[in-house]
Structures are given as C-alpha cells and as structure tokens.
C-alpha cells in the first residue's frame, strides 16, 4: 500500500470525501480517501500485482461531503 497526497483547494479536515478516479490501470485500487490537513487529500493505493505499476496523468473527480 502507498499513501499520496494532493492538493485540492478548499478542504477542510471536517469534510468526509469521495473520490472517482478517470481510469484505473489493471491490479491498481483505491484503498480509502481521506483529509488529512487543510486543502490536502491523502488517497491510498494498492497494487494488487507485485509488479509496477504507472498509471499516468488524469483528472479525478473529488467529492467533498460537509459535516
């Protein structure tokens, strides 16, 4: 499992989030989203394959649900 964050303008911690990738290359998921500070999104990703994986640019689509 790998963790990476992203800037996404506007979050805050008290917000719960979706997240909706454009395409997922083959043995890679999404584990859990989640804010981990203000304006920042952390989503963790699993390879299921063991081999490496790059799955490129794209566009996600975030929803953000407001406590």
Known sequence: MVRQTFTVGGLTTQDAVVVNPPALTAGLEILNARVSDTDTIQIAFWNST?????????????VAIRK
């Open 50 to 62: 063991g081999a490496p994986i790059d799955q490129g640019a794209g566009t996600f689509t975030i």
